[in-house]
């Protein structure tokens, strides 16, 4: 079993920077990939970020450029830097981690990102 704890969201002006973590706990060993997803009331969970135990990383295409994730191996924990905010990067992002044998996926609680024009 994997535990996921996020911090870091909270309410910004656009322009502005925040910066969220995920710590993980437990059967850690077994995980590969750790990412963030975003949610919006009425839409389809969208990936922002992952990247994997060997620092190989992906975004989506609008967050390219303003948003880095990061790993630290050692403190088990990914961090999602995100700069130049936009209004509709406003969200509930959530921390994810891919264990893949077998191949499940380990979910964060969630931490709101509002982002104020």
């Known amino acids: 079993q994997v535990q996921l704890v996020e911090s870091g969201g909270g309410l910004v002006q656009a322009g502005g920077s925040l910066r969220l973590s995920c710590a993980a706990s437990?059967?850690?060993?077994?995980?590969?990939?750790m990412g963030w997803y975003r949610q919006t009331p009425g839409k389809q969970r969208e990936l922002v970020a992952v990247?994997?135990?060997?620092?190989?990383?992906n975004y989506a295409d609008s967050v390219k450029g303003r948003f880095t994730i990061s790993r630290d191996n050692a403190k088990n924990t990914v961090y999602l830097q995100m700069n130049s905010l936009k209004p509709e990067d406003t969200a509930v992002y959530s921390c994810?981690?891919?264990?893949?044998?077998?191949?499940?996926?380990?979910w964060g609680q969630g931490t709101q990102v509002t982002v104020s024009s």
């Open positions: 990247i994997t135990r060997d620092g190989v990383t």
């Open positions: 994810h981690a891919d264990r893949p044998v077998p191949p499940y996926r380990y």
């Open positions: 437990g059967s850690i060993f077994r995980i590969n990939a």
